[in-house]
């Protein structure tokens, strides 16, 4: 009986191992058949790791070479929760070498349903070192590059800014992004159980960005910037903008705008504060645009310089009547005197002269109602009347009615300058090896309109009566424009509002640079000759002297009325 028993035991122990064994082979077989190469996958993923490594991104120099926006070395620190021991001390340690915020990090540590957490982007390197030599489990360390503009506020309008990825979100950062970003590379290694990196699979290099050089030259940048800022604070003023051209290839050498901000600290400037208003603002330009009714004139063959008009202190146009900017008798003026003393009854006598068809036909050549080209983002076309009334005629030629960007001006302006070719005005230069074709230009008005119109704006700076007296600049002969606008309101224009602007070339007898100036809303004085034109004349001369241009004249100072 026992061994019947004994023997019933062993066979069922038997028949056990027997269902044990044939489970097991079961088992294995649908694992190494049906599951096979998901597990695999799974096996690699545990073990493999592909890691991007970030491209540098490429410099952004000056004309001369000098930096304006450059990648420095930084390290960001992240944490895994799962790994983390101590959340506490780890948040204490982070917040004692890298100036993070303890009590808003404690509570990321120590949750671990989480598995990854920054713990600051981008760090110093130094400081991310104390740190690391601490040895705090679940701390990760990695390179990355900080986006860094040393010269500060210098041209950050211009430049714009690159976030914290490193990809350009304003500006000639974002315009150029794809130029300046380059193509990350790529790491796979193999890691043990713990972790350690055991062997690295493969690696595709990264290919670092193309740096851009600019026109821009940083001393007359900066100046541009002091001098525009110091006037806008003198006068009260809301804003201003300051243009400094090279009219012979329409290289931009600055372009300014108060007030600045600092683009190493753009999240703490308005998005009103960091807009271009160079390129994307419009005003009314005033007598400014006085020029382009007298070119027009001239072009047409319908005046020259010297024709005489007998001219009273006001005009009626339509229903409208237009006055002298200041009080005067009916007296006799030539063409020269309206455009050197701003007349608006000469201008617009001479706009009649012209008639509708052909003013229009002249405001679209010197290409205002359209875009520069310039290669800044955001730039506006301007603004052109939407239809003429009546009086139209007497207000556009005088540059009431119309909208114009700073850009607009000094383009048209350059184009007087420059024997009456217009060049698209133009900031990058380079990229990389590459140097980009702006073309040759288009011809406006012809060179002995040109000539007669830069003799004119001459008198404007120099002769008894002229405006921009203020502009002067010793040793250089000058030619420019002064315009005082009151700025629209609704149902009329402001009588407390204006836009005080010169627009100058200098030296006259061989232009090297059209400087433009505008303040917005200037308070205790609103004359663009009393404002704008002795700011012109310190941009001029500073520029003048950092690019060794030579004097062209013998004459001292100006005094200023």
Do not use: C
């Amino acid at each position: 009986m026992n061994q019947r028993l004994s023997n019933r035991r062993i066979r069922l122990l038997l028949g056990v191992f027997v269902l044990v064994f044939a489970a097991t082979l079961g088992r294995a077989a649908w694992l190494q058949g049906v599951r096979a190469s998901t597990l695999e996958r799974m096996a690699v993923q545990q073990q493999e790791a592909t890691t991007e490594i970030p491209a540098g991104r490429g410099t952004i120099f000056d004309r001369s070479g000098e930096p304006l926006a450059i990648g420095e070395q930084a390290t960001t620190i992240y944490a895994d929760p799962r790994r983390v021991r101590n959340p506490r001390r780890v948040a204490l340690a982070a917040a004692k070498a890298l100036g993070v915020d303890a009590e808003r990090l404690y509570p990321l540590l120590a949750d671990r349903s989480r598995h990854f957490v920054y713990v600051k982007r981008k760090a110093d390197p130094a400081q991310a070192a104390e740190l690391e030599r601490q040895d705090l489990a679940g701390l990760g360390f990695y390179a990355e590059e900080l986006r860094s503009y040393p010269q500060r506020s210098v041209a950050s309008h211009v430049l714009g800014y690159a976030g914290l990825d490193n990809e350009g979100l304003e500006g000639l950062e974002r315009s150029l992004d794809r130029n300046l970003r380059g193509q990350p590379g790529t790491q796979t290694t193999v890691a043990d159980p713990a972790g350690r990196v055991i062997d690295v699979v493969s690696t595709r290099p990264e290919r670092p960005g193309a740096d851009v050089f600019l026109t821009l030259d940083r001393r007359v940048q900066a100046n541009a910037e002091a001098v525009l800022r110091e006037t806008v604070e003198r006068w009260g003023a809301k804003g201003g903008n300051a243009i400094v051209l090279d009219p012979r290839t329409g290289a931009v050498l600055a372009m300014a705008v108060a007030p600045t901000y600092d683009a190493n600290s753009f999240g703490a400037a308005s998005p009103a504060r960091r807009r271009n208003r160079a390129v994307t603002d419009v005003y009314e330009p005033g007598s400014t645009f006085k020029v382009v009714t007298v070119a027009a004139a001239l072009s047409e063959k319908i005046v020259t310089p010297t024709t005489p008009f007998t001219l009273p202190s006001s005009i009626r146009v339509a229903d409208r009547i237009i006055h002298e900017h200041e009080p005067r008798p009916t007296r006799r003026m030539t063409v020269a005197q309206i455009l050197s003393q701003s007349s608006n009854v000469g201008t617009i006598t001479l706009a009649q002269m012209l008639a509708r068809t052909r003013v229009e036909s002249w405001i679209d050549r010197f290409g205002f109602g359209k875009r520069t080209g310039v290669d800044a983002p955001g730039e506006s076309p301007g603004l052109l009347p939407s239809y003429w009334s009546g009086s139209t005629i007497g207000n556009v030629p005088i540059g009431q009615g119309i909208g114009v960007t700073p850009i607009q001006m000094a383009t048209a302006y350059a184009a007087i300058a420059n024997g009456g070719v217009l060049r698209t005005p133009y900031l990058v230069d380079r990229v990389g090896t590459r140097r980009l074709d702006h073309g040759r230009g288009r011809r406006v008005i012809s060179r002995t309109v040109s000539a007669q119109m830069m003799a004119m704006l001459r008198d404007v700076v120099s002769a008894e009566g002229g405006t921009g007296a203020a502009a002067a600049v010793p040793g250089y002969t000058v030619a420019g424009k002064t315009g005082t606008a009151a700025k629209p309101v609704p149902g009329g224009y402001s009588t407390t509002k204006y836009v005080a602007s010169f627009v100058g070339v200098v030296p006259a007898k061989s232009p090297r640079l059209v400087v433009l100036v505008s303040i917005d809303e200037p308070r205790g004085a609103i004359w663009g000759g009393v404002v704008a034109a002795p700011a012109f004349a310190e941009i001029a001369r500073s520029s003048l002297v950092e690019l060794e241009v030579a004097p062209d004249s013998a004459t001292g100072p100006t005094t200023s009325r």
